[in-house]
Nanobody, 122 residues
Framework: VQLQASGGGLVQAGDSLRLSCAAS?????????VGWFRQAPGKEREFVAA????????LYGNSMKGRVTISRDNAKNTGYLQMNSLKSEDTAVYHC???????????????WGQGTLVTVSS
């Protein structure tokens, strides 16, 4: 399984971005949770959001709660992360990942994409 995150870029504070996570196989069609994590320079990886395979349940990390929405389209094998009101502290590499369990723990995510860089200028 390969995951490819895209949609990052350089934006200004207050702007919005939508990240996409495309899977190379039918992973999204099975019982997999899709999650987003981010890692800023010099900081530990941080949980951002997760969505259950049936799209009925979502989880959000505290740092971006209220400013992000996670979604998925199993027919397209693609997950999304809509980010609004971006702040300079949101600058990081954003990774998508999949897990067989519904979790916020990076350790329980099996497949990871390479990530997409989001840079927010103030």
């Amino acid at each position: 399984v390969q995951l490819q995150a895209s949609g990052g870029g350089l934006v200004q504070a207050g702007d919005s971005l939508r990240l996409s996570c495309a899977a190379s196989s039918g992973t999204f069609s099975s019982s997999y949770t899709v999650g987003w994590f981010r890692q800023a320079p010099g900081k530990e990886r941080e949980f951002v959001a997760a969505i259950a395979w049936n799209r009925l349940s979502t989880l959000y990390g505290n740092s971006m709660k209220g400013r992000v929405t996670i979604s998925r389209d199993n027919a397209k094998n693609t997950g999304y992360l809509q980010m609004n009101s971006l702040k300079s502290e949101d600058t990081a590499v954003y990774h998508c990942a999949t897990s067989r369990v519904y979790s916020t723990s990076a350790a329980q995510f099996d497949y990871w994409g390479q990530g997409t860089l989001v840079t927010v200028s103030s």
